[in-house]
C-alpha cells in the first residue's frame, strides 16, 4: 500500500500555464517536503512543511501542508521549461523516526 | 565540502557478483540513509545510521544486504550475490541531527545483467 499518492503521475504544459501537484495520504505526517529530481541525479530538497495549514512560497512555487497534516499541493504559477522534472513529495511519520515515504512523484514537462 | 558523493556513479555487474558502493556524506551530518529508486517510483527506505550506529533496517533490506558506517563517517552499502531485481538507483542522503531535510547524492546507477 502507498502511503504517499500523488497525482497527476505525468503532467505536460506550455510555458506560462499555471498547475497544481497534489499529495494525499490516509496518514498523519509529522513534517512533509517536496523534492526535485532530475534525470540520473539525486532528489534535491525544494521545501519542509512541518504545521497543519502552513503555506511556504518559493518564488513561483507556493506550498501548503493541509490542516489535519495528511496532504499537501505544490503550485507553481507561470512554469518554465526550467521548471521540468520529478517532483517528489515526502512525509515523515512520528513513529518512523528519521525514515521519508516517498510518494512515486509527478513527472512534470513545460513545454516552450 | 560541497554535498553528498557517492561512488561509483554507474556499475555494471553479472548476476551472481558482489558489489559494493560508497557514501561520504556532509562532514557535520551525523545521519545517513540509504535509499533505493526504481524507474517511475520514488525512493524507497533501505537504512539509517546515526553516526556509527544503525538504527533503523527496512524489510526491503534482505540477508544479502549490508550497510556499515564504521567510524561514522562515509558508509558503504554492499550487495553480495546480486540478482537482476538489484538493479536500480541507490540513493545516500546525510542530515543534520535536528532537520528534517535530506540532502542526497547524485546516486549509484546498477545495472545486473
Known amino acids: 500500500t502507498q502511503l504517499l499518492e500523488q497525482s497527476p503521475q505525468f503532467l505536460s504544459i506550455q510555458e506560462g500555464e499555471n498547475l497544481t501537484v497534489y499529495c494525499n495520504s490516509s496518514?498523519?505526517?509529522?513534517?512533509l517536503q517536496w523534492y526535485r529530481q532530475e534525470p540520473g541525479e539525486g532528489p534535491v530538497l525544494l521545501v519542509t512543511v512541518v504545521t497543519g495549514g502552513e503555506v511556504k512560497k518559493l518564488k513561483r512555487l507556493t506550498f501548503q501542508f493541509g490542516d489535519a497534516r495528511k496532504d499537501s499541493s505544490l503550485h507553481i504559477t507561470a512554469a518554465q521549461p526550467g521548471d521540468t522534472g520529478l517532483y517528489l513529495c515526502a512525509g515523515a511519520r512520528e513513529t518512523s523516526g528519521s525514515r521519508l515515504t516517498f510518494g512515486e512523484g509527478t513527472q512534470l514537462t513545460v513545454n516552450p | 565540502d560541497t554535498g553528498v558523493s557517492q561512488d561509483p556513479r554507474h556499475k555494471i555487474t553479472k548476476r551472481g557478483q558482489n558489489v559494493t558502493f560508497r557514501c561520504d556524506p556532509i562532514s557535520e551530518h551525523n545521519r545517513l540513509y540509504w535509499y533505493r529508486q526504481t524507474l517511475g517510483q520514488g525512493p524507497e527506505f533501505l537504512t539509517y545510521?546515526?553516526?556509527?550506529?544503525?538504527?533503523?533496517k527496512s524489510r526491503l533490506l534482505s540477508d544479502r544486504f549490508s550497510a556499515e558506517r564504521p567510524k561514522g563517517s562515509f558508509s558503504t552499502l554492499e550487495i553480495q550475490r546480486t540478482e537482476q531485481g538489484d538493479s536500480a538507483m541507490y540513493l545516500c542522503?546525510?542530515?543534520?541531527?535536528?532537520?528534517?531535510?535530506?540532502?542526497f547524492g547524485s546516486g549509484t546507477r546498477l545495472t545486473v545483467v
Open positions: 496518514s498523519v505526517f509529522s513534517s
Open positions: 545510521f546515526q553516526n556509527e550506529a544503525q538504527l533503523e
Open positions: 542522503a546525510s542530515s543534520p541531527r535536528d532537520s528534517y531535510g535530506y540532502t
